[in-house]
């Protein structure tokens, strides 16, 4: 797996074996980045169920900020760690190694990127519902093509969604 834009570009990223996390498809995370463009640049980017943390290092290597990591497999988030070392991003990085209901509420962040395990079906309306207040410029999920999120969330607005094989994203905004 590889960065596929901006500073970092070309990249590798190291990734956990076995199917433990399910990194998003190279196609797809461009196609999301061409979306936000320049509007992550200088931004808080929070990458929840963070998995290889390849979409929060994407964000931080198109001019993010900061990239705020919630991941709930220590394992994962040594990997999340490590690919930051790698890379020199550690202070503008934080690596958060819990559930994410347990800190969704305490999360600040201009874009929120949440790609749970796609059978985890009520993780997406617990998290959605938790983000629903939040002052954010977007909230995006990741999900299989057989899952279709609400078009509310309370405040939160389906906008648009992005199709790539077997994934989709679904792009809310504050209405």
């Given amino acids: 797996m590889r960065v596929i834009g901006g500073k970092f ?3 590798r990223l190291r990734s956990l074996d076995g199917a433990g996390t399910r990194p998003m498809l190279g ?3 461009q196609r999301l980045f061409d979306i936000l463009q320049d509007g992550i640049v200088g931004r ?3 990458d929840l169920y963070a998995g290889t943390g390849a979409v929060g290092i994407e964000a931080l290597s198109r001019g993010a900020g900061q990239s705020i990591f919630v991941e709930s ?3 994962a988030a040594a990997v999340i760690r490590s690919n930051l070392s790698a890379l020199a991003l550690q202070d503008r990085a934080r690596v958060r190694v819990c559930r994410v209901r347990s800190i ?3 999360v600040r962040a201009d874009v929120f990127f949440l790609g749970p395990p796609y059978a985890e079906h009520r993780e997406y309306s617990r998290t959605m519902a938790a983000l ?3 002052a954010s410029d977007w909230v995006i999920a990741q999900h299989g ?3 279709r999120l609400r078009d509310r969330y309370g405040s ?3 906008v648009r969604i992005v199709r790539a094989g077997n994934s989709r994203l679904s792009l809310y905004r504050p209405a």
Avoid: H, I, M, T
Wanted: aromatic share 4%; glycine share 12%.
């Fill in 9 to 11: 570009r070309g990249r």
């Fill in 27 to 29: 196609r797809l995370r």
């Fill in 44 to 46: 808080v980017f929070a």
């Fill in 73 to 75: 497999n220590p394992r």
């Fill in 104 to 106: 969704v509420g305490r």
């Fill in 132 to 134: 629903q207040g939040k």
């Fill in 145 to 147: 093509r057989d899952l």
């Fill in 156 to 158: 939160l607005e389906k």
